[in-house]
């Protein structure tokens, strides 16, 4: 089994059927970790890594980007739909849950850095996204899938 699992999150359907498909992948390990992290496009004084916290304790986080008017009410609407899917699939979730929001240059670049900065083990991803359905794959999925060393899961 995977210990430390990164499913980047961008609010769609397939990114949800993503983080059901991670906690698969790591067997119900309680010493497993599934990061869901979402990225957002940083403006010119953000750090690159703007926080990380625990999903039973997310209120600093939210509370803090919501004061500086980022990204507070995506992270709200990110752990609440992930609660519902950690209520959902209950069983399999005795895992540790994080949820970020990372601040880069471009959604590729900002979940390779989180790959690489955070012993990511393996990728599970939506082969699409929020963008309009054209084609298979979307550009996230392609830019992850050639920029990190880490298996890459794609799933619909
Ligand atoms: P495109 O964006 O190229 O128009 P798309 O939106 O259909 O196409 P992608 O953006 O590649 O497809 O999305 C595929 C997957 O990438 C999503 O299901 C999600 O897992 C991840 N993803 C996309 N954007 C982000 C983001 N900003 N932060 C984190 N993960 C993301
Ligand atoms: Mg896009
Ligand atoms: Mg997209």
């Known amino acids: ?9 961008d609010e769609s359907e397939h990114a949800l059927s993503a983080l059901h498909i991670a906690f698969g992948m790591v067997g119900g390990d309680p010493e497993a970790t599934i990061h869901v992290v979402t990225v957002v496009a940083a403006g010119p004084l953000a750090s690159p890594t703007l926080s990380s916290d625990a999903f039973d304790a997310p209120d600093n986080l939210s509370e803090e980007l919501e004061s500086d008017g980022i990204m507070g009410p995506a992270l709200h609407r990110m752990r609440t739909e992930i609660q ?22 471009s959604p590729v670049e900002g979940i390779a850095e ?14 699409r996204g929020l963008g309009a ?13 050639r920029s990190v060393d880490v298996p890459v899961l794609t799933v619909k």
């Open 114 to 127: 989180y790959v690489d900065n955070h012993n990511i083990d393996l990728v599970v991803m939506g082969r």
């Open 84 to 105: 519902h899917v950690v209520d959902d699939a209950r069983d399999d979730a005795s895992c540790q849950i994080v949820t970020s929001a990372a601040l880069s240059g």
């Open 1 to 9: 089994f995977f210990k430390n699992v990164l499913v980047p999150y």
């Open 133 to 145: 359905l054209r084609g298979m794959l979307g550009s996230v999925s392609f830019g992850v899938l």
